[in-house]
Every structure is written in structure tokens, then in C-alpha cells.
């Protein structure tokens, strides 16, 4: 049973979020929260597999809200809800720590889909969506000088030459599938790369990768 807290200051999108998760065999609603601060309390109190985060909201908003949770070392995983196309605030969330975001008018089945698929310790965000809204919002990057790179970041320091490569493409927007097909692997070994990169990174799901071979300079805005 995948339990579920409903972050959203509207009533009745509260209201709808829950009738919808109700109505299926694997999922519960422990509670409902109208702004970040309730939504961090109730985290605390319950400990649900899935947060559905609205981000605009009273007093503490749902990025500062993810980022306390996250920060807290909770289990529980952050599912952004937003108005998007493309919300300037869902990348902030994504840095956040957040596992994903969706759109408040997607279909009910891939609102489903995606809370299974975070509390599975999945990414929602297909990476190409995800390449997009980076690129979109890449301003909100730290500037390097070119001339001076620095030291080389330390999540990247234990990494293999083949684990490297696979962050890059990741952070390219290559599919799993894609990954195996261009450089030859079985899609079992990509994905055991995959798990090793997100254990030693400290990344919490292929989200946080892509952010990480960003911020790392592993991958340069389109």
C-alpha cells in the first residue's frame, strides 16, 4: 500500500486528488495539508511514501517545504503538482530534491503512474522533459570562469571512466534503452551502472543526475 499526503492549498483539488487515490486498491491518503508548513508537520507525523507538492502556496511553499523534508533525511519522496508549461518555480524544485512534477490537467491514469513510479524510487519527468526544462532554466546554474575550472567536483570522484560517460548521457537525455543501444550494452548493465552512479553521487533518482551532470559540467545547455 503506497500512502499518499496531498499538498495543495485549494480544497478542491485536494478534494479530487483524494478521490482519485481512494479509488485505488494500492494507495491511501494520510492527510491533507493547505501550505508547506503543515505539509513538513504531517511528513513528520505519518511518514507517506508520496508528497504530491503543490508549489504555490500560503505562507511556506512547496520548494522551501521539499527542501526542509529532504533535508531532514525523511524517506518520504516529493511529487511536484504544478500548472507548469514550464512553471519558472519547477526547477527550483527539482534542485529541491524533489523526484519529479507533473501537470495539475495531466490524465488521471499518468497522476497514478507517476506516484507509483517515485514511490518506487523512480523519476517521474522523462528526460527529455527534463533536458527542456534545464535547458529552459539554466540560468539558475552557478557561473564558472572558463580559465578556471577548479578542482574537479568530489560526487564526481569515485566514479569509473564507463559510469562517467553514462552520467553525461543521462544528463543528455538518453533513455535507458537508448544508453544500451549506442554503447553497446545490455540494458541490465546500464541499468546497474545507473544504480551504482545514483549510490555513489549520493543522487536520489535519475532527476538528481541530470541536475548533477549539470552543476558538474558534464553537460552544457543546448
Known amino acids: 500500500m503506497t500512502t499518499v499526503l ?3 492549498d485549494q480544497p478542491m483539488q485536494r478534494f479530487g486528488f483524494r478521490m482519485l487515490l481512494e479509488s485505488q486498491d494500492d494507495m491511501t491518503v494520510v492527510g491533507e495539508a493547505s501550505n508547506g508548513t503543515e505539509a513538513i508537520r504531517l511528513v513528520d507525523r505519518h511518514h507517506p511514501d508520496v508528497v504530491l507538492m503543490d ?21 518520504t519522496r516529493i511529487l511536484i503538482v504544478t500548472t507548469f508549461d514550464l512553471d519558472e518555480y519547477a ?20 497522476l497514478l503512474a507517476g506516484i507509483r513510479a517515485v514511490a518506487s524510487g523512480d523519476a517521474v519527468v522523462a528526460p527529455s522533459l527534463t533536458r527542456r526544462l534545464l535547458d529552459a532554466y539554466i540560468h539558475h546554474l552557478p557561473s564558472s570562469p572558463t580559465t578556471d575550472p577548479g578542482p574537479e567536483d568530489p560526487r564526481l570522484a569515485s566514479l569509473t571512466e564507463r559510469e562517467r560517460e553514462i552520467l553525461t548521457v543521462i544528463g ?11 554503447l553497446h550494452l545490455a540494458e541490465s548493465t546500464v541499468k546497474t551502472h545507473v544504480g551504482r552512479i545514483l549510490a555513489k553521487t549520493g543522487a536520489r533518482d535519475r532527476v538528481q543526475a541530470v541536475i548533477l551532470a549539470y552543476d558538474t559540467q558534464l553537460v552544457a545547455p543546448a
Open 55 to 75: 508549489i504555490r502556496m500560503p505562507g511556506l511553499d512547496g520548494i522551501e517545504a521539499t527542501r526542509r523534508i529532504v533535508a531532514a533525511g525523511a524517506r
Open 172 to 182: 543528455q537525455g538518453w533513455t535507458n534503452t537508448e544508453i544500451a543501444e549506442r
Open 6 to 8: 496531498i499538498a495543495d
Open 91 to 110: 526547477y527550483d524544485g527539482l534542485r529541491a530534491g524533489a523526484s519529479g512534477f507533473l501537470v495539475k490537467d495531466a490524465q488521471p491514469e499518468e
